[in-house]
């Protein structure tokens, strides 16, 4: 449906001390899609830092909630409602601890995977059946907490493959827009650090 805005959400946590962090990478891509397309970032709305325009001749509001990770849903389910986003037309992309990076997987629905923000999205918006991309992380090391972990830096050595994922991330979120999270699937559900194939199963309830 060409006329039907789609709405593009990036997790991560507002504010400059946060926005180097893995748990951020949300928010990158957010940046990388709005700098390849000549958006900006201007307006606040509905507690989310929204670019609106046109990707692959849709039109898009791309939005970083503003809400801090665990609050996420507050703003996503109301900038859904004021643009009148019916769930098809809906993508969440987040940082996933469980898969490697320079892994890129998307999902057309399932559960939350633990993920405080997307667990915010889905008691705020009350529906799992809708699109989101997750964005390896990889695990902490040792006996590194997580919580830690999610709140550092990407090391030297993995920036360069983040930022190609990154770019991988964007160019699967150009296949949604252009033909839905099946496309979007087929095409990116990958790991750009090496060969191995991403199972592309939607079934899974659980969000893994």
Do not use: W
Not at 23 to 34: E, Q, T, Y
Not at 92 to 112: I, K
């Amino acid at each position: 449906m060409i006329g039907q805005r789609y709405l593009l959400v990036g997790l991560g946590n507002p504010g400059l001390p946060y926005q180097l962090h893995r748990h951020n990478i949300g928010f990158m891509l957010m940046d990388v899609l709005a700098d390849k397309n000549r958006l900006v970032f201007s307006r606040m709305r509905h507690q989310a830092l929204i670019a609106t325009g046109s990707l692959a001749d849709r039109p898009v509001v791309l939005a970083k909630p503003q809400t801090f990770m665990n609050a996420s849903g507050s703003a996503v389910a109301r900038l859904a409602r004021f643009y009148r986003i019916e769930p098809q037309f809906l993508l969440v992309a987040y940082d996933d601890l469980d898969l490697p990076l320079g892994t890129v997987r998307f999902r057309a629905g399932g559960g939350s995977g633990g993920h405080k923000g997307m667990r915010s999205i889905l008691e705020q918006l009350g529906e799992q059946q809708f699109a989101r991309l997750r964005i390896g992380i990889g695990r902490p090391p040792g006996r590194m907490d997580p919580a830690d972990y999610v709140l550092e830096r990407f090391l030297p050595a993995e920036q360069e493959l983040r930022d190609v994922v990154l770019q991988e991330a964007a160019g699967g979120a150009m296949s949604f827009l252009q033909g839905g999270i099946e496309l979007a699937m087929s095409r990116h559900n990958r790991c750009v650090g090496g060969t191995e194939l991403v199972n592309q199963s939607v079934g899974n309830s659980d969000g893994t």
